[in-house]
C-alpha cells in the first residue's frame, strides 16, 4: 500500500468513529504533513483520494471539510465485499459453461443502434484520441510503399513497434525482453491466444467475480468452463478463496485483471500481485493478465504488473492501444512468458499476419509525438470525470446505492438497491434513450443482477447530467 493510500485509509477511518465529525475541517495540508511525518505532495494525494471517496470535500480558501453523514455513511461503504458478491450468494463456486455472449452482443447492439447517451458503452470517448495525426503517419506509410511483402506482417511484428513497446515498459520498471512481445490484434485476440496455449477444450478456469465479459467470451469460444472466484472492489481477487479453489479441483490456467479491473476498477496492492504469482507457481498454473488500462491510472506512477513478480514465466501479459490511443487500428500484444513458441504458432495458425501499416503508424507516433503528453490529458480527464460522475450518483441515486472507487480507466460499478433488476432497468433506460451495462453481463451467475457499469469517458454535458438524473428517477420507481 503506498503512503497516501495508508493516510487516507487512516483518516476514512478517523472519519467512521466519529473523530471528525459531518462538517468538521480536518487538518490541514501542512499540519497533516507535520503530524504523520510524510510529505505536502503525500498528504494531497491521500486527500484527493479521500475527496473521490467521497469523504471529504474542498471549499475555497477554507480547506477540506468532512462531508454530510449521509455522503460519509454511503462512502463507508465503498470497500464492501458486497460489491463484488452479495452475501446471500457465499457459495462454494462451482465450474459452469459459459453462455453470456448472446446477451453481451444484444447489448452492445443496442448501445450502436441507438443515439442515446452513452453510459453503457465498453469503449472509451475517441474523441480523446489523436486519431488524425496516426491516420497521417498511415498514410505518408502508405504513399511511400506502394506494396508490402507478407513476411513483413508475420509474427512476431514489426520490429520498430515491438521496439517502442519494450522501451516503454523498462521506462516504468517492467524488464522486458523485446524478443517474448508478439503482436497482435488488440488484447482480445492476445488474450484468446494465450488461453488456447495453456488449456484445451473443457479445462476449468478461474476468473474474477464480476470479471470483464471479454474473459468468458475466449471462454465460451474455447469449449471451456470457468470458475468465478469472489473478487474485493479494492484489493482484487480473493487469494485465499482461490487457494481453495485450487485444492479442490484441477485449474488450467487464472484469467485476471490486476490493474484498473473491468468493472470495479480497482488496482490491485503490489503484495498481493506478488501473492497472487507466487500461489499459481506454486501450482505451476499459468497466469493470463489482462492489462488493457495500464496507461489510464489516476496515481502519479504507472501501477505494477503480475509480470513484475513472475520468476518462472507463468504470467502471459496482454495489452493494447486501444483504450489509450487508437482503438480503431486495433494493436494488441502478448508477452507470454515461456509459452511464447505456442502463442506465436498459434497467432500465424488462426491470424496469419497482422497488417503492417498500423503497427509501423503506432510505432512512429510512439517514437517522434508526446505519447506522454497525451496519455497526462486523458488521464486527467478521465479522473475528474470520474469524480463527477459519482457525485452525481450520489446526488441523484436513491439511498442504498453503492459505488466502486475506480483507481484509474473509465467505467464505474454501482450496486442499486435489490429490489431493482438491471435488466429492467436497462430496457427503461433505453426507451429514454439512455444505455447502461447490466451487471449479469459480467457473471455466469445471477449474482449481479441490481449491479449495472457506467461509462464516464464522454464529455461530461448536460444531457449526461440529465440522462443520470433520469436513471436515478428510474431505479427510485423500481425500487
Given at each position: ?174 524488464p522486458v525482453d523485446p524478443d517474448e512481445i508478439i ?171 497482422t497488417p503492417s501499416v498500423p503497427q509501423v503508424a ?118
Open positions: 500500500m503506498k503512503l497516501y493510500e495508508k493516510l487516507a485509509d487512516e483518516m476514512t477511518e478517523a472519519v467512521r468513529r466519529g473523530v471528525f465529525a459531518a462538517g468538521e475541517r480536518i487538518p490541514s495540508v501542512r499540519q497533516a504533513s507535520q503530524q504523520h511525518g510524510v510529505s505536502i505532495k503525500t498528504v494531497l494525494h491521500a486527500y484527493a483520494l479521500l475527496e473521490s471517496r467521497g469523504i471529504v470535500e474542498t471549499r475555497p480558501q477554507s480547506g477540506y471539510f468532512v462531508r454530510d453523514a449521509a455522503a460519509v455513511a454511503t462512502a463507508a461503504a465503498l470497500d464492501a465485499p458486497r460489491l463484488s458478491r452479495p452475501p446471500a450468494t457465499q457459495t462454494p463456486p462451482v465450474a459452469a459453461e459459459v453462455d453470456v455472449s448472446r446477451l453481451v452482443l444484444s447489448t452492445l447492439r443496442s448501445i450502436r443502434a441507438h443515439d442515446a447517451v452513452p453510459l453503457g458503452s465498453p469503449y472509451p470517448d475517441p474523441s480523446l484520441f489523436p486519431w488524425r495525426r496516426i491516420n497521417q503517419y498511415a498514410n505518408a506509410i502508405a504513399r511511400r510503399h506502394a506494396s508490402w511483402n507478407l513476411i513483413d506482417d508475420l509474427p512476431p511484428g514489426n520490429p520498430e513497434l515491438i521496439r517502442q513497446i519494450a522501451r516503454r515498459y523498462a521506462e516504468n520498471g517492467v503482436i497482435t490484434l488488440g488484447a482480445t485476440e492476445a488474450i484468446n491466444l494465450s488461453l488456447q496455449a495453456v488449456a484445451k477444450p473443457g479445462d476449468t478456469v478461474a476468473v474474477e467475480s464480476p470479471t470483464y465479459y471479454a474473459m468468458l467470451h475466449a471462454i465460451e469460444r474455447l469449449g471451456m468452463r470457468a470458475i468465478e472466484v469472489a473478487t474485493h472492489p479494492v484489493h482484487g481477487i480473493d487469494i485465499e478463496a482461490l487457494a481453495e479453489v485450487i485444492a479442490r479441483q484441477k485449474i488450467a490456467a487464472c484469467m485476471v485483471m490486476p490493474n484498473f479491473q473491468n468493472p470495479l476498477g480497482f488496482q490491485m496492492p503490489d503484495a498481493r500481485k506478488q501473492q497472487l504469482v507466487e500461489l499459481l507457481a506454486a501450482h505451476e498454473i499459468p497466469a493470463i493478465e489482462n492489462d488493457v488500462y495500464q496507461e489510464l491510472y489516476f496515481g502519479e506512477t504507472r501501477p505494477s504488473t503480475l509480470k513484475n513478480f513472475d520468476t518462472r514465466g507463468l504470467v502471459l501479459h496482454c495489452a493494447s492501444f486501444s483504450k489509450s490511443l487508437t482503438a480503431s487500428y486495433r494493436i494488441g500484444w502478448a508477452m507470454p512468458g515461456r509459452y511464447r513458441a505456442q502463442v506465436e504458432k498459434l497467432k500465424f495458425l488462426n491470424t496469419l499476419t503506432v510505432a512512429d507516433y510512439l517514437r517522434q509525438d508526446g505519447y506522454d503528453r497525451h496519455l497526462r490529458h486523458v488521464r486527467k480527464v478521465y479522473r475528474q470525470q470520474a469524480s463527477i460522475m459519482m457525485a452525481m450518483v450520489r446526488r441523484f441515486f436513491p439511498a442504498g446505492t453503492r459505488m466502486s472507487t475506480p483507481q484509474g480507466g473509465y467505467v464505474l460499478w454501482v450496486e442499486l438497491p435489490e429490489q431493482v433488476d438491471s435488466m429492467r432497468l436497462y430496457q427503461a433506460a433505453l426507451a429514454c434513450s439512455i444505455t447502461i451495462g447490466p451487471g449479469m453481463m459480467f457473471s455466469m451467475r445471477n449474482d449481479f443482477r441490481h449491479f449495472i457499469r457506467l461509462n464516464y469517458s464522454y464529455p461530461w454535458t448536460a444531457q449526461t447530467e440529465a440522462a443520470l438524473k433520469t436513471l436515478g428517477e428510474l431505479v427510485s420507481q423500481m425500487a
